[in-house]
């Protein structure tokens, strides 16, 4: 893809949705909904997603959600999916109605202090080096805790989330995948968020209740500091 395709307009948003549905249907997905990713676009990529049928937009920084949805009176719902700082908690509050990549006890905290009962996933890193090199989850032997720990803070924990491994094709996050929905069944929550434009189908195919889709939807992602300013 190149530059050119990432020009929002609603109609090449409705239609490459209904790609990203197809896709789900072939792999045999049954109501599993798409959470488009809006991050480093703008908000028409949030309008046309939303016109296209889609409640709620994925974002991962808190600086640019601020500045793109701070203080607007949106109809869609923004999920927080990026790696949350708790110093951002604060400003994000009033904007978020899902903080999808809770990975750590002092994250739990500080929602607990700034938004109470707030809707949150846990993300879980289950790849062999989990906790190695800054990757963001939480190590899945150390995922129940967690959940109870939110739980117990009075958080609404409605699922898991995970993200592929960067490198090896879709093939490679399936063992992850699988082990994501098997702790999500034992742990009795409802939201299993794993899947992004390229490893959707292994993802349904494991399980996903929710795949997080930006560029099969908006195309290449603009150059961050070309957009906040
Ligand atoms: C950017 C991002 C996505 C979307 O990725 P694409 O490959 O563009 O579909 C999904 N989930 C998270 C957590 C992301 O940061």
């Known amino acids: 893809m190149t530059a050119s395709d990432?020009?929002?307009?609603d109609a090449l948003v409705a239609e490459r949705l209904a790609e990203v549905r197809a896709r789900i249907v072939r792999a045999g997905g049954t109501g599993v909904t798409v959470l488009p990713v809006t991050?480093?676009?703008?908000?028409d990529a949030c309008w046309a997603a939303y016109r296209?049928?889609?409640?709620?937009?994925?974002?991962?920084?808190a600086q640019e959600v601020v500045a793109k949805l701070g203080g607007r009176d949106v109809p869609f719902a923004v999920h927080f999916i990026g790696q949350l700082q708790t110093n951002k908690v604060r400003a994000l509050a009033p904007i978020v109605a899902l903080f999808g990549s809770i990975d750590?006890?002092?994250q739990v905290r500080e929602l607990a202090k700034r938004v109470p009962g707030a809707r949150i996933l846990v993300q879980v890193n289950a790849e062999p080096a989990a906790g190695d090199g800054g990757k963001a989850g939480c190590?899945?032997?150390e995922?129940?805790?967690l959940v109870e720990l939110a739980a117990a803070a009075g958080l609404h924990v409605e699922g898991l989330m995970a993200i592929g491994p960067t490198v090896g094709g879709p093939e490679a996050a399936r063992p992850l995948f699988r082990s994501v929905r098997a702790l999500a069944t034992r742990l009795e929550l409802a939201t299993c968020?794993?899947?992004?434009?390229?490893d959707l189908e292994v993802a349904?195919?494991?399980?996903?209740?929710?795949?997080?889709?930006?560029?099969?939807?908006f195309g290449k992602r603009p150059q961050l500091q070309t957009l906040v300013r």
């Open 52 to 61: 296209a049928g889609c409640p709620a937009v994925g974002e991962n920084y």
């Open 6 to 9: 990432a020009v929002i307009n």
């Open 193 to 198: 968020s794993m899947g992004m434009s390229d």
């Open 39 to 43: 991050k480093s676009f703008p908000i």
């Open 204 to 217: 349904v195919q494991e399980g996903s209740t929710q795949v997080r889709i930006g560029t099969a939807l």
């Open 104 to 106: 750590r006890s002092s």
């Open 143 to 145: 995922v129940p805790a």
């Open 139 to 141: 190590p899945i032997l």
